[in-house]
C-alpha cells in the first residue's frame, strides 16, 4: 500500500467505490486505469499515488467484496436462536447470495471468480475467516449440548470443506443455477445430523 493511502483513506475509498461501480457496469477487462481515474475526477498518476496498478486496486477491491460476504455471515452467526437454525440459515443464504451474484450480479461474480482462480492469498484469508465463523457456531453447539462434543477444530474444517462447493463461484456457476437451493439444504441437514451424532469426529 502506497504511503498516500495512509495520509488520505477517504481518496483510497473513493477510488475503490468507482472501480466497483465500473467493473460491475462493464467488466474488469474493459475498464482502464484512466476510466477510474476520470470516475474519481482525478488524473491516473493521482489513482497510482494509491495503487500501484489496476490489478492492486482489483485486489483491494475483492478483499471489500469478499468482506461483505463475511459480514453478512457473521450477522447470521451472532444471531439469538439454536446454533443449528444459524448453520442451517448461514448455509443456504449464503449459497443463496452466490447464486444471486451469478445470475443477477454477473460482473461481481466474475470479480470473485477470478480472484478465486489468481488471488490465492486474499481468499486463502478470507476462507480462514469464514471457517472462523463456521467453527463459532459449531462451538456454541456443542457448549448447549445441540451437537455431541468433539475435536472442534477438526469440525470446524469438515463442516467448512462441506460447505465449499455451495458459495464457490465457479461450481455454483456450473452446477447449481437451475438447483434452486435444493442440494445446499440437503447437505446442511446431513452436516447438521453428523455433528448431532458424533459422525465428523476424525478417524470414524
Request: hydrophobic share 45%; net charge neutral; charged share 25%.
Amino acid at each position: 500500500m502506497r504511503d498516500a493511502s495512509t495520509r488520505q483513506p477517504h481518496m483510497r475509498d473513493r477510488i475503490l467505490v468507482e472501480a466497483e461501480r465500473l467493473f460491475r457496469a462493464y467488466g474488469y477487462a474493459k475498464t482502464t486505469v484512466a476510466d477510474i481515474a476520470a470516475a474519481c475526477e482525478m488524473s491516473p498518476a493521482n489513482v497510482y499515488r494509491f495503487f500501484e496498478s489496476k490489478s492492486g486496486i482489483y485486489e483491494a477491491l475483492t478483499e471489500v467484496i469478499l468482506q461483505r460476504m463475511e459480514g453478512f455471515a457473521h450477522n447470521i452467526a451472532r444471531e439469538r436462536r439454536p446454533a443449528s437454525e444459524r448453520l442451517r440459515k448461514m448455509v443456504v443464504e449464503c449459497h443463496a447470495l452466490t447464486l444471486e451474484q451469478y445470475l443477477q450480479e454477473s460482473k461481481v461474480h466474475e470479480i470473485c471468480a477470478k480472484a478465486m482462480a489468481e488471488q490465492w492469498s486474499v481468499i486463502d484469508a478470507h476462507c480462514n475467516r469464514m471457517r472462523a465463523i463456521f467453527q463459532e457456531i459449531v462451538a456454541d453447539g456443542m457448549r448447549n449440548g445441540e451437537f455431541a462434543k468433539a475435536d472442534l477444530e477438526a469440525r470446524g474444517h469438515c463442516v467448512f470443506n462441506a460447505v465449499i462447493p455451495f458459495c464457490h463461484p465457479q461450481i455454483v456457476a456450473e452446477r447449481f443455477v437451475d438447483d434452486h437451493g435444493r442440494q445446499a439444504a440437503l447437505m446442511v441437514e446431513f452436516i447438521l445430523s453428523a455433528l448431532r451424532t458424533g459422525a465428523l469426529e476424525a478417524g470414524q
